[in-house]
């Protein structure tokens, strides 16, 4: 798609910027005439000593405006009025009026500055004659019509109106950016189809891949990861093996699409991983994942779901979130499959396409889950992150089997045990869930919402330096934490691939990334 031309990138930068400014000013102006116009413009002395007099010697021009017995807090609020007219008069093209106020407000400037020169406070001689203008302008303004209720009412109306552009703009921004997200880059796409090309050429070589003894030796180290982001996976699978103390102990278990299958095989035939182990299978050849089977896979026939997640139409920001067909994806969802998948295997560690390793992760084997099924690290602090965030406890069925304060966590490295996943059925409880919600009303939004309620009662918490998260949305984490963590985690839509991506966070991922590969310089990933 052609990029807009910068001007026009830039217009709309600066009009949301605008609209934001705007509200903010209109805001202060009606706390300005709300709060003075309960003090009309004074033309007594405050008070009956003379100011004129010369005070202590440590004169003080904040403790003078705030003192209401003094000229200067008087000038200050009739300033303070006279500004709010004044944008009013050039509102209403009324220039005469706005020259005047404009001139007055100088002169009580040009007073303050002196006064702040000089340390001493204003004198009467001084205030009164900019009080006597500044009511007189004051007066005419109000006799324009220019009252406080109308004012009021009328910046409300134009708040509205910006409210409405504002969010109008948001949407549109948040449509913008999900799909940007959604993307694959050209250059990914590239090297993709060189990778596809060099796979129909020496498909005879590569087709027959050989079981290894090590795919199922339990005295080794079982990661899983599912994706179609041969890259994204490329950096997962080299920052484990650049981190581990022993990378010949570390079996890989690969599972993408066939549109991606031959890139997949070719790029890790081709590359060196330390001496792990990596299989690569194909998701369009497991048979038993299938509509009878996969609730998934049965809404996915359901005219209804299709209309939602497929087809387009005027949506909210939330809207545009939730109705993403990548959490319908069988990629996304064979994570509740794995002892199915692996029948053979005890215990593994899965790894979302959007981390970077940065320790070695073969202690984790070692935790003891106590007899949970999944070890993650929590997400809550405080009341974000609990249950009550993403599931709806209005419904009665959740209302009753689950705690709305529960701690939530997070997929993107989890240690599963899969005889205690098998001995508690798992994979059932996950079925029975993602059948409720066949009408979203469970929840709304990606697996993280199945995967607590299936795994609620089954999860033990893991050390929170072991997995940290919001590199994809959150441009404050502390430095320290991220240089503590065991795995950092790209999710949200500023993918490290991506020109979204925040330049803060994006050398984690590329020190991983084998830019020396031909493929790599000839689709120019940088």
């Known amino acids: 798609m052609r990029r807009p031309p910068y001007s026009v990138r830039r217009r709309r930068r600066l009009s949301l910027v605008s609209i934001c400014l705007s509200i903010g000013l209109l805001g202060l102006l009606i706390v300005a005439l709300f709060g003075l116009s309960k003090h009309p413009a004074p033309i007594a002395p405050p008070t009956n000593q003379p100011l004129?007099?010369?005070?202590?010697?440590?004169?003080?021009?904040?403790?003078?405006?705030?003192?209401?017995?003094?000229?200067?807090?008087?000038?200050?609020?009739?300033?303070?009025?006279?500004?709010?007219?004044?944008?009013?008069?050039?509102?209403?093209?009324?220039?005469?009026?706005?020259?005047?106020?404009?001139?007055?407000?100088?002169?009580?400037?040009?007073?303050?500055?002196?006064?702040?020169?000089?340390?001493?406070?204003?004198?009467?001689?001084?205030?009164?004659?900019?009080?006597?203008?500044?009511?007189s302008l004051i007066y005419q303004s109000r006799e324009l019509h220019y009252d406080i209720a109308t004012v009021i009412m009328k910046f409300k109306a134009q708040i509205q109106a910006l409210e409405e552009r504002a969010s109008a703009a948001t949407v549109q921004s948040t449509t913008f950016g999900q799909l940007a997200a959604e993307a694959v880059p050209k250059s990914l796409y590239c090297l993709g189809m060189q990778l596809t090309l060099e796979w129909a050429e020496t498909r005879g070589e590569l087709s027959k891949q050989q079981h290894s003894p090590a795919l199922t030796d339990q005295d080794l180290y079982h990661f899983v990861v599912f994706s179609d982001n041969i890259l994204g996976t490329s950096v997962v699978i080299n920052s484990t093996v650049c981190n581990a103390k022993r990378p010949t102990q570390l079996v890989f278990h690969l599972v993408t699409d066939s549109v991606n299958f031959g890139a997949m095989r070719v790029w890790f035939a081709q590359n060196d991983f330390k001496g792990a182990t990596i299989e690569v299978q194909n998701i369009d050849t497991f048979t038993w994942l299938n509509a009878s089977y996969v609730p998934v896979l049965k809404q996915l026939q359901d005219v209804e779901t299709q209309s939602y997640y497929f087809k387009s139409g005027q949506e909210s920001k939330n809207a545009v979130k939730f109705r993403n067909p990548k959490y319908l994806s069988m990629l996304n969802h064979l994570r509740f499959?794995?002892?199915?998948?692996?029948?053979?295997?005890?215990?593994?560690?899965?790894?979302?396409?959007?981390?970077?390793?940065?320790?070695?992760?073969?202690?984790?084997?070692?935790?003891?889950?106590?007899?949970?099924?999944?070890?993650?690290?929590?997400?809550?602090l405080e009341s974000f992150h609990r249950?009550?965030?993403?599931?709806?406890?209005?419904?009665?069925?959740?209302?009753a089997n689950f705690d709305p304060d529960a701690c939530g966590w997070a997929f993107g490295m989890n240690v599963f045990d899969l005889v205690a996943w098998k001995r508690a059925n798992v994979t059932a409880?996950?079925?029975?869930?993602?059948?409720?919600?066949?009408?979203?009303?469970?929840?709304?939004?990606?697996?993280?919402?199945?995967?607590?309620?299936?795994?609620?009662?089954?999860?033990?918490?893991?050390?929170?330096?072991?997995?940290?998260?919001?590199?994809?949305?959150?441009?404050?984490?502390?430095?320290?934490?991220?240089?503590?963590?065991?795995?950092?985690?790209?999710?949200?839509?500023?993918?490290?691939?991506?020109?979204?991506?925040m330049s803060r966070y994006k050398p984690l991922w590329e020190r991983y990334v084998n830019y020396s590969h031909a493929y790599v310089q000839q689709c120019n990933i940088h």
């Open 52 to 135: 004129d007099v010369v005070i202590a010697d440590s004169f003080n021009l904040t403790e003078e405006l705030l003192d209401v017995r003094s000229y200067a807090r008087q000038l200050g609020d009739q300033m303070v009025l006279a500004k709010a007219y004044l944008v009013i008069a050039k509102e209403n093209s009324n220039l005469q009026l706005a020259w005047e106020l404009s001139a007055q407000i100088r002169a009580c400037q040009l007073l303050f500055s002196q006064v702040a020169t000089r340390a001493s406070p204003i004198t009467a001689a001084e205030a009164e004659p900019i009080m006597k203008q500044l009511a």
């Open 337 to 380: 499959y794995i002892p199915e998948i692996y029948p053979e295997l005890k215990k593994v560690v899965f790894l979302d396409d959007d981390i970077v390793v940065q320790k070695d992760l073969t202690p984790l084997f070692s935790i003891d889950l106590h007899g949970n099924v999944n070890g993650a690290v929590e997400t809550c």
């Open 387 to 399: 249950y009550h965030k993403y599931l709806n406890f209005s419904h009665p069925k959740i209302k």
């Open 429 to 501: 409880r996950y079925h029975y869930w993602q059948e409720q919600n066949v009408d979203r009303t469970l929840w709304k939004l990606g697996t993280l919402p199945p995967g607590l309620l299936t795994f609620y009662g089954l999860t033990e918490p893991l050390d929170r330096k072991l997995h940290v998260l919001g590199l994809g949305y959150d441009p404050n984490i502390d430095a320290q934490l991220i240089e503590s963590a065991g795995v950092v985690h790209f999710n949200g839509n500023m993918k490290p691939w991506l020109k979204l991506a």
